[in-house]
């Protein structure tokens, strides 16, 4: 497995690897790899060569938002890489992706209105514009995005449709641990007491699973229960629960057909994202 730094030896590594036939996936990151990120990189090995990014991409973080803190380790993801089957990690530095005068953004409207789009103005832009650039350095077949940032999945999906980017957006599963907390590479900043209440998270959405499978068709009702049980929790404090059109990622009041159900959580001072998806009820 090859590490580099520059756009240029990416395009060189990857032009070579075409000439050669071979097919490319890419798996995008900010780094801190957990099982989640590596179960990306284990999928994209059905492709011929699998490409990581590693890099903490300034401009989607707010002014007041944790790039300064976010964790950082290359040699521990690089061993995270290798064990998952990645065959080259690009972790370029801010300079290298950004010139000093930098001044052209990928920006979207519709599926970014709405919950982290709402509460974290700007961060869409700054995650549509550093995917298109790497889309345009690594030219992937495939790209690999976690169901956990289900809205950050549809932006994609809606972003390359728009722009005929030539890239498979492949969505993959929410890796959790084992007491239903999906993998974050946030999690580490949770104290022990923090760590335990996280878990009302996914216990709540859970419930709320359970009631559509069971026939609840009103996003209200659904929405007062999940807000209720993680109320239930001291050190939790809701930023959103919403249930949207699972693409449009517009507001839906009634549960049928294909519904994100997604959470955005304080525990402590750290902000945790979870959802699921229902296809509806056959009740
Ligand atoms: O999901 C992430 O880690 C980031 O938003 C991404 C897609 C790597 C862009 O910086």
Redesign the pocket.
């Known amino acids: 497995m090859q590490i580099v730094k520059t756009i240029k030896e990416v395009r060189e590594i990857v032009t070579d690897w075409k000439k050669q036939g071979l097919t490319i996936g890419f798996v ?3 780094g801190y790899l957990h099982e989640g990120h590596q179960s990306l990189i284990k999928r994209s090995t059905e492709n011929d060569r699998t490409v990581v990014s590693i ?1 903490v ?1 300034p401009i ?1 973080f707010g002014p007041n938002e944790d790039f300064a803190s976010y964790p950082r380790d290359l040699e521990r993801d690089t061993k995270k890489c290798e064990e998952a089957g990645a065959d080259l990690i690009f972790a370029p530095s801010d300079s290298e992706m950004y010139a000093d005068d930098f001044s052209t953004y990928v920006d979207m409207t519709g599926p970014t209105d709405e919950l982290c789009g709402l509460k974290r103005p700007g961060h869409f832009k700054g ?1 549509c514009t ?2 298109s650039k790497l889309f345009n350095i690594v030219t992937p077949d495939r790209a690999y995005f976690g169901q956990k ?1 289900a809205q ?1 999945l549809a932006v994609i999906k809606r972003m390359v449709r728009d722009l005929s980017i030539g890239v498979e957006i492949v969505g993959c599963p929410i890796i959790r641990e084992a007491d239903g907390l999906a993998k974050s590479s946030r999690n580490t900043y949770l104290s022990e007491d923090e760590r335990k209440a996280a878990v009302v998270i996914s216990k709540a959405l859970e419930t709320g699973r359970k009631m559509i499978e069971n026939g609840e068709k009103s996003a209200e009702t659904l929405i007062a229960k999940i807000t209720e049980l993680i109320q239930s929790e001291p050190l939790a404090k809701i930023d959103y629960i919403k249930a949207v059109d699972a693409d449009s990622i517009v507001p839906v009041s009634n549960l049928d057909g294909n519904v994100l159900v997604a959470a955005a959580v304080y525990i402590g001072k750290t902000r945790l994202i979870d959802n699921f998806i229902s296809e509806g009820s056959e009740k």
């Open positions: 995008p990151t900010m890099f991409n989607q995650v550093v995917v940032d950050q």
